[in-house]
């Protein structure tokens, strides 16, 4: 069974900085994409950041420029490292794993950013 362990989230003020981590256990076949989404209160959930094996990165527009996205030495660990926050990056972030045919899920990081 495969988990995903995320850590990182927290309060910060505008324009702080964050850095969340995410790595998963058990047996994980052929990891493709490892990423990031997020779900702000009353909005649909949505891509933040992925990275596939080869390196290709894909951001949202809203976060490019201030977030990195990082795959660890460790084959099985993903961070994003989030600069420049702002209270409309404040959600819930989940850590986000397709591997094997399967997408797999974190059960997610809150980020508060106060203005």
């Known amino acids: 069974q495969v988990q995903l362990a995320e850590s990182g989230g927290g309060l910060v003020q505008a324009g702080g900085s964050l850095r969340l981590s995410c790595a998963a256990s058990?047996?994980?076949?052929?990891?493709?994409?490892m990423g990031w989404y997020r779900q702000a209160p009353g909005k649909q959930r949505e891509l933040v950041a992925t990275?596939?094996?080869?390196?290709?990165?894909n951001y949202v527009d809203s976060v490019k420029g201030r977030f990195t996205i990082s795959r660890g030495n460790a084959k099985n660990t993903v961070s994003l490292q989030m600069n420049g926050l702002k209270p409309e990056d404040t959600a819930v972030y989940y850590c986000?794993?397709?591997?094997?045919?399967?997408?797999?899920w974190g059960t997610g990081t809150l980020v508060t950013v106060s203005s």
């Open positions: 986000y794993i397709y591997a094997g045919y399967t997408n797999y």
């Open positions: 058990g047996t994980i076949f052929s990891i493709n994409t």
């Open positions: 990275i596939v094996p080869g390196g290709r990165i």
